[in-house]
């Protein structure tokens, strides 16, 4: 009886199944510490000559990922930050609750379906005030701080 | 370590203030002038050459920047080890797991690479081509290439998109992309579901996308047949699929029925076929069989749900699987996956089972039985009549699996995920009924093996796996 208990015990694959949930409880302590994301408003621009006053979040959601290319009617062409501007990463999570890697998963279920490619980019909020200012029927973000005369705001995400 | 550049100017500054310090010949003023000369309107020659050499450069960038945007590349890489915990101690047999997972860790299982271009021929039409390799087998080294989308798409508006050439077989939820490690939470999609043979079809597929308030529904139809697959040679004729994609922000709904006639040409498949065939002749069984033949219809049909808040994920699917006027198995197969996102975390449980109705192995074992019965009064065939018995019953696909498992995106391209299952996939006597297969001196072992009564427990089977997109 002894040696087949100890064998069990000692069967790394068994131990490792044991083990797992002490790793999650690591990995749930480890979140905690996670770091937190930027705290700067959000602007939702468009061009200033766009039918379109206000939009939610949720439509502004859609746009972005490719489920919707109209809001309330007008026809809208997103255009995104680049990869790990911190303005880009903070419009996901508070539109579309959603981490850089899972903007990333959800993109390469769409590419690699063949269904769509995600948005072009601009490098930063000034080439972005730039594109949309000059291109009617674009959607961008930018940090408040970013916004000018050039495009008109739609909303404001806190 | 390079040296900065500004070194070597410093060094010609000093030699050239040498040269000029050292008392030349003299020149005469009209000498002077003329090298003066000579030298402006070599450098007037050179600057044009500049000029143009600078022109005809940003003309081919323009030129290249435009059929670089045109043209999209992307990729997905997955590297991984796995090992089953099946033991040596069984007779002459080893086993493997889900083909290519033995008792020994290797990563020839799940690893997987492969690149997609996507080329934007003008803003309605575009092609797609995309190319994956991965290992044939785990005896060898030996990579194959394989073409599972290759389509050319016509988008006239925002709602509609037709693809015509080769494109995956969206039977379950996450069939269109089952090797894109990075696209869903796991190893890879609980196997008593997604293992099927055939993943992909030459036709037509149309989307068609309505967006009713905040949902979104996507509509596709398809039609086409397929290549003969690798199992068994099997070949899809007149698929035929519909699936619907109802979803809203967190949820996503779906159902899919697919319907083909299924062919086979393997030699294993007509060997049993013919002693089907001697039982009905010979009246054991009151009609007569069929394995898989030609124009054998298998239905598949399944519905999906997914809520992923960003938080919390959970994902559940059923299946059935139909096979009309053929021995082969009705599969029923569900799973339900749980999880939940701590940071870049997201460990996970997924309980997975797949099972063959009761009514349906009452015609098999009907078969098996009327095959020894044959073999019993005909001494001379006994041997024969065992192995079809064997086989008949061989075809089933029986297993249940618990996992746990967890995710880390270590960066927004990368992530890693660790994965323990406990599959039974043996019933109590030891006969094998799941995703395991016997391998005897490094070869498969065919079906028509009378499986040795192994006495084996439930299983572990570990995975580590790296996934990335590009």
């Not at chain 1, 694959?13 to 302590?29: K, Q």
């Not at chain 1, 990922?65 to 880009?88: A, C, F, H, V």
């Not at chain 2, 870049?344 to 997975?352: G, R, S």
């Amino acid at each position: 009886m002894t040696p087949h208990i100890f064998k069990r015990l000692t069967n790394p694959l068994r131990a490792s199944f044991l083990a797992l949930p002490l790793f999650y409880a690591g990995a749930g302590l480890f979140s905690m510490v996670a770091p937190s994301i930027a705290h700067a408003e959000i602007a939702i621009i468009t061009h200033p000559s766009a039918s379109l006053d206000a939009a939610s979040k949720e439509e502004v959601a859609r746009i972005y990922l490719g489920k919707s290319t109209q809001i309330q009617g007008t026809k809208l062409t997103p255009i995104d930050l680049i990869e790990g501007n911190k303005t880009r990463d903070a419009f996901y999570l508070k539109t579309t609750g959603k981490s850089p890697a899972q903007v990333n998963s959800y993109w390469s279920a769409q590419i690699f379906s063949g269904k769509g490619q995600p948005p072009e980019t601009a490098v930063d909020d000034i080439e972005m005030v730039q594109t949309i200012s000059s291109n009617s029927g674009q959607i961008g973000y930018v940090d408040v701080s970013a916004v000018n005369a050039s495009v008109k705001v739609i909303l404001t995400i806190p | 370590m390079t040296k900065p550049p500004y070194r070597h100017l410093l060094l010609l500054a000093g030699s050239m203030s040498l040269l000029w310090s050292i008392p030349g010949h003299a020149l005469t003023d009209s000498e002077r002038d003329q090298k003066l000369q000579e030298s402006e309107a070599r450098i007037q020659k050179l600057e044009m050459q500049l000029k143009n050499s600078q022109n005809a450069w940003r003309k081919t960038d323009r030129t290249l920047k435009e059929s670089v945007s045109r043209l999209k590349i992307n990729g997905f890489v997955t590297a991984g080890v796995s090992r089953a915990t099946v033991d040596k101690e069984t007779g002459n047999y080893r086993w493997k797991y889900l083909t290519k997972i033995t008792d020994e860790w290797n990563w020839k299982s799940d690893s997987v690479a492969g690149v997609q271009f996507t080329y934007n021929i003008d803003p309605k039409w575009d092609a797609t081509v995309q190319i994956l390799s991965r290992f044939d087998d785990e005896f060898s080294n030996d990579t194959n290439l394989g073409v599972e989308w290759a389509f050319l798409a016509y988008r006239p508006n925002d709602k509609l998109a037709a693809r015509f050439g080769r494109v995956r077989t969206p039977l379950y939820m996450f069939s269109e992309y089952l090797d894109v490690g990075f696209a869903y939470p796991w190893v890879r999609p609980p196997v008593e579901m997604y293992r099927v043979p055939f993943t992909f079809y030459d036709g037509v597929s149309v989307d068609y996308l309505l967006e009713l308030g905040s949902w979104n529904l996507l509509t596709n139809l398809g039609i086409g047949s397929s290549e003969p697959g690798v199992v068994l040679d099997l070949q899809a004729k007149n698929v035929g699929t519909l699936n619907f994609n109802l979803n809203r922000d967190a949820w996503t709904l779906r159902t899919n029925y697919t319907r083909t006639k299924m062919e086979s040409d393997d030699p294993k498949i007509s060997t049993v076929q013919q002693g089907l065939d001697l039982l009905h002749t010979n009246g054991y069984t009151n009609q007569r069989y069929e394995m898989i033949g030609k124009n054998n219809l298998a239905q598949y049909l399944s519905y999906g749900a997914m809520y992923d808040d960003g938080t919390w994920q959970v994902i559940g699917e059923v299946g059935e699987i139909h096979w009309k006027d053929s021995l082969v198995l009705d599969g029923w197969s569900n799973y339900l996956s749980v999880g939940r996102r701590f940071g870049n975390f997201l460990p996970y449980a997924v309980y997975a089972h797949e099972y063959t109705p009761a009514k349906n192995d009452k015609k098999r074992q009907a078969v098996s039985e009327a095959a020894l019965a044959y073999g019993a009064d005909n001494p001379a065939l006994a041997g024969l009549m065992q192995k079809l018995s064997n086989q008949v019953l061989a075809f089933t696909e029986t297993q249940k699996s618990v996992t746990l498992g967890v995710r880390w995106d270590v960066s927004s391209r990368v992530a890693t995920k660790l994965e323990v299952s406990r599959v039974f996939g043996f019933d109590k006597k030891g006969n094998h009924i799941g995703r395991f297969d016997p391998i005897e001196n490094n070869q498969t072992v065919d079906t028509e093996v009378n499986y040795p009564h192994t006495g084996l427990k439930p299983q572990y089977v570990t995975s580590l796996v790296v996934n990335a997109v590009f």
